[in-house]
Nanobody, 124 residues
Framework: QVQLVESGGGLVQAGNSLRLSCVVS????????MGWFRQAPGRERELVAA????????YYADSVKGRFTISRDHAKNTMYLQMNRLKPEDTAVYYC?????????????????WGQGTQVTDSS
């Protein structure tokens, strides 16, 4: 069983930064591929970034390339999403997701563990 808990969301002015965290709890030491998704009001959920178990393979949506950085710290069982130069269109609920796998997963339907989400809102 895998549990994911996001934190770090909040109100932020456009142009500023925010770091999201996703703490992973699980009974076994299985390798996990992970990703960050977001869902804005009236829109479908979309993949923002993904990372392989080893952290070497990474994927970014075009809309966040050069602004967002995904990373993970195995010692802390935590995945991060550093979001810089935020834009109003980044306003959304952000979810972390995981699947027992060592590679890079970019297809939403392949993820089978999800967090509850954390809200990021532009306050401009």
């Amino acid at each position: 069983q895998v549990q994911l808990v996001e934190s770090g969301g909040g109100l932020v002015q456009a142009g500023n930064s925010l770091r999201l965290s996703c703490v992973v709890s699980r009974r076994t030491g299985s390798t996990l591929a992970m990703g960050w998704f977001r869902q804005a009001p009236g829109r479908e959920r979309e993949l923002v970034a993904a990372i392989s178990w080893g952290g070497v393979q990474k994927y970014y949506a075009d809309s966040v390339k050069g602004r967002f950085t995904i990373s993970r710290d195995h010692a802390k069982n935590t995945m991060y999403l550093q979001m810089n130069r935020l834009k109003p269109e980044d306003t959304a609920v952000y979810y972390c997701a995981a699947r027992a796998n060592s590679g890079l997963i970019t297809r939403e339907r392949l993820y089978d563990h999800w967090g509850q989400g954390t809200q990021v809102t532009d306050s401009s």
